[in-house]
């Protein structure tokens, strides 16, 4: 497990898996746009003394795209009605203001399985997962962790302010696209013969 640092937010899906608890915690409907779940974000930093909040996790499932038994991630979030590439520009809420940009939250977790895989880009701009994660740093002004492969985690409720541990090469994302930090984690005993190299 990984605790985060506190005052952070999580927006869990209702079909994730695990259901993370924060020092505010959202849960987002599956009809809600994205936008609409950030403003809360963006409400939950602005009401903070210094308007920061030091951490978001986003907990949802990835999108995988590809035939029966050959699907690979990178095709977005489920989280709401989902997160694209079309949609991420949304993630720009989490500035302060168009003149003083500064970010409102200082990380971005996501728990999501491929988010950040590369696979072949679809007609509406998705597969590269690295892309889509540069660009809600880029757009949120924040650092960005994510990880190539399905991710494991246990059903029910994690420990407060806790998130289930990475598998797979994780790295992170600043705001200008770097790569920042970079690692390479274990997959779960029979990880792969269950779901692939994906």
């Known amino acids: 497990m990984i605790r985060l640092p506190q005052p952070s937010m999580v927006l869990n899906a209702p079909d994730a898996p695990t259901r993370y608890v924060m020092h505010v915690t959202y849960d987002v409907k599956t009809t809600e746009d994205i936008d609409i779940a950030l403003r809360q974000v963006r409400q939950a930093a602005l009401r903070k003394a210094n308007k920061k909040l030091r951490c978001l996790v986003i907990n949802c499932h990835g999108i995988y795209d590809g035939p029966k038994g050959q699907q690979t991630g990178g095709y977005g979030l489920a989280l709401g009605k989902g997160i694209y590439a079309r949609t991420v520009h949304h993630f720009g809420l989490l500035r ?17 399985c ?12 998705d597969g590269n997962g690295v892309l889509l994660v540069k660009n809600i740093a880029k757009y949120s002004g ?3 962790t994510a990880a190539n492969i399905v991710q494991i985690s246990w059903p029910g409720q994690e420990t407060p302010y806790h998130i289930s541990g990475f598998e797979g090469r994780t790295r992170t994302w600043d705001a200008n696209g770097n790569v920042t930090w970079d690692a390479e984690y274990s997959r779960w005993p029979h990880q792969g013969l269950v779901y692939g190299d994906n």
């Open 96 to 112: 302060n203001t168009t003149e003083d940009p500064s970010p409102l939250v200082d990380h971005i977790y996501i728990t999501a």
């Open 114 to 125: 491929g988010t950040a895989a590369v696979s072949k880009v679809n007609a509406a701009g």
């Open 142 to 144: 924040a650092n960005v």
